[in-house]
């Protein structure tokens, strides 16, 4: 049952006397729960505990992390259809999604479960030590890597589930030894309240100290301001738009002691088509790029916005024909009314500026927050001087630039801001005069995908989900994938350590028996 | 021979007005070449001219950027008594420390040609695709490092080769694939010059592109903040002192585009003596600690600024021996007169704190820039209550802390701020009680030294020079070692992408012969 009341580690709380509702985008109306938004003081004592639960639970096994998180996993299946009905009443996302939003969940728990079980995550090294060196003997210096301290997730609204709660960032952070304060995100504070219920009760039933997780509710800045502001908090993740996370970065800049902020932030994901690849599969690539665009009706940070072609008569004959496959498909409900408005307002202001042309656009009267599909072109010469043209519109639309030539496109890309990611859809007979595009491309994005589509990011170990600002405020740590643990993690030598007084990760005789890089050789052998 | 002038890329160029001289500190006179600041054109040709490079560098093969390092060490070498005596000239630091720095500057160089020749350091992984997967195929994605862009580096007073213009932060940053522009300091712009004019002979020679290098003049703050603010600027690099690598900090996280300030800053290094190390080695103690002390006439980052103790009169007797020991040491020239300034002013900032005595001090009168060497004594519950005695005091003095019990001692560390490295003296009859002060030590330092002295940073893999903030801006990167590299890479994801046009890290056929990651095994394999 939801109580609409913060977790304050173990304990729920409520002593403030502001609260919010959710909303159903379906229905059109207000969801009945009040959530009451934290206090300054609920603050505080969130993030004290989280402080205290640190000295515990960064210490604690990667065996015994390892049973939390995939406690928390099986706690939130346990939740079974009550969380799916939540998720759906909240987002007016179908139950499928939610489903599989749901199983993406579960799965990065679990996969960073299994990375944390053994301590090989944390980049053991040891340089052994050299007595006869001249002019000094060499000492014995010992690596590893160590959590940062208590951290604040910022949920996502369009990911309530894999995001959110228990997301990524979260299961990342709690991973790696970080006790985690969860503000939640004010869309869906009801299924916020039940994922946060499951990471509880995974916590007591595995032995975690209190504190190692709360959830806090708030729909302004103000909690969040607080959160970022407090001295004990040491690091932040935050998933959003550009103005949220770059008010958190400039936050978390500005305290006496600055913290990592790591905002994945907006992108238009560029997509690049060759004269070749339209020339063989104009039809094939605008019924794929039709899904991709109204993919979750547009609200994925990888919807591809932006798509680059050289102008020709074949290319505004794709250009029409992707325009009809987009508007064909029907549209559909978007998070919440303020999501709806905010994509109107931001799609008038693309294509209210000089040059744009509407292609397509769903016409029809569509049901209150349902997202009215549209694509729209414009000439490379426009986009290339107007930085209007380059903002992201969330929800189900594109603008498609027609080029003069290779020579235009290259520095389109070169004048974009930093993306998630970029798209190159090409043939094997522009393999040898791809070169300019690539190296462009790289420059600006964090991820670059061959005859595919931007939409749908794996969870592996090889993904990066970042980018150059403002895809990300820090484009050297990634959002997505196991390696998104080194967000949280410091590294930390020993000199000098006795074997008994080392963690096990890098004692002599590798209890653990894992990987580990002895004087730059990889090797599971003892020392 | 010296001229004065910035190097933007190959060119010799000094179109301002503005000029300084360096100091010889231990004949207390100005030396007579005259240093012309860049202008705010040159910084910015420099820049758009590394802008330009950084282009054609970044795809420039490992065993090319290997043997341009290489050739910089060669250069530097080539350099020989010339290079020397500037070094001695210019900062009051004898000759067989300047042949000591000179020889770790060769060794880091060498050190990152050796890594980054084979791309196996990029952090290659790959994960393959596997098209059954339900409910959708599972794509090919592989990742590997790239260079972020131009990085502007700040040479630091107290190495004038080793953390300046060839040193560290340099040689990281132009083996990743990045430019470098060198803001000089401007008490040794001479050295700073003939080193620069090896590293663009040596640029010259393996054939890299024009602005690869820079290296300009400044001594106020305009030229600096010229550099950071500069949108083609990707990274900063920085050794030095709180306010200023703070004020770099804050420009940099107020540009437009944020961008990463690698800074290394201050530090007391806490080293902790139980009772029983006292008990049994004083004497020996309070030698080794003399020299610590008073190494590089306590010009290090890490040098023992604070000593923790717990009262007895076995301590008292240790501190006064301390004390006697670290006097009886002639007093040494320091780098600069104004640094010599700073040493007076900020010891007296801690000495005439309530409750602070002096243990020993040098009285007679010493050179005009010589340092005359001091050891100070606090009570516990002084030192706890008062921070401006936690305040560095660059030079050599060290703050004996009294405290009455371990708790006290505890206490102190937890309420102390980042620190580069914390010591622990004690005798193996201490392991099983050592717990809370490891602990405790461990959440606010970057390395801890078991019966040793902080000063001596080893170059290697696993060193961590850093620490949390204000001893770096970053704890999750290290200054010093291989790792160093980690500062001035992304990692970057190809999906899908075809076998002929991925990079050769990341090729099926792994033509490089390198280790890397496939499906989560460490491999040399083929695939």
Known sequence: MITGKNYIGNKLSASGTVSHRTFNPKLNTENDCDFYEATLEEVDEAVSLADQAFKEYRNISGVKRAKFLN?????????????????????????????????????????????????AWRENIIDTENINREPAPKPDIRKTNIPLGPVVVFAASNFPLAYSTAGGDTASALASGCPVIVKSHSMH??????????II????????????????????????????????????????????????????????????????????????????????????????YAGSITMGTGQ???????????????????IKDLGQKTTAIDPQCMLHPNIKKDFIKNRASVSEQSGVEVVAAIQEKVEPNYAPTQISAVSGADFLTNPKMHQEVFGPF??????????????????????????ILAEKSDYSKLDNIINALQNRVGRIIFNGVPTGVEVCSAMLH?????????????AVGIHAIKRWVRPFSYQSWPNDLLPDQLKNENPLGILRVIDGKHTDKKI
Chains 1, 2 share one sequence.
Do not use: W
């Not at 504070?189 to 499951?198: D, H, I, N, W």
């Open 300 to 318: 994925f940070c990888t919807s591809p916005g932006l798509i680059l072609t050289i102008d020709s008569p074949e290319t505004r004959n794709f």
């Open 398 to 423: 594109s603008l498609v630039v027609k080029s003069k030539d290779e020579a235009e496109l290259v520095e389109i890309i070169n004048n974009l801001e930093g993306q998630l990611t970029g798209t």
């Open 71 to 119: 406690a928390i996993a099986d706690e939130i299946l346990a939740l079974d259809d009550e969380l799916i009905k939540m998720y759906c009443t909240e987002s007016g996302l179908p139950e499928g999604r939610a489903i599989g939003e749901r199983g993406r969940t579960i799965f990065q728990l679990r996969s960073f479960a299994e990375l944390v079980f053994d301590d």
């Open 189 to 198: 504070a009801g299924t916020g309240e039940l994922v946060a219920s499951a």
């Open 466 to 478: 970042g980018g150059p600002y403002p895809a990300s405020t820090d484009s050297r740590f990634t």
């Open 201 to 288: 009760k995974a916590a007591q039933k595995t032995g975690m100290p209190n504190g190692v997780f709360s959830n806090i509710a708030g729909s302004g800045r103000v909690v969040g301001s607080a959160l970022v502001k407090h001295p004990k908090v040491k690091a932040v993740g935050f998933t959003g738009s550009i103005t949220g996370g770059r008010a958190l970065f400039n936050l978390a800049a500005s305290r006496e002691e600055p913290i990592p902020v790591f905002a994945e932030m907006g992108s238009i994901n560029p997509v690049i088509i060759t004269p070749a690849a339209i020339a063989k599969r104009a039809n094939e690539i605008a019924g794929i």
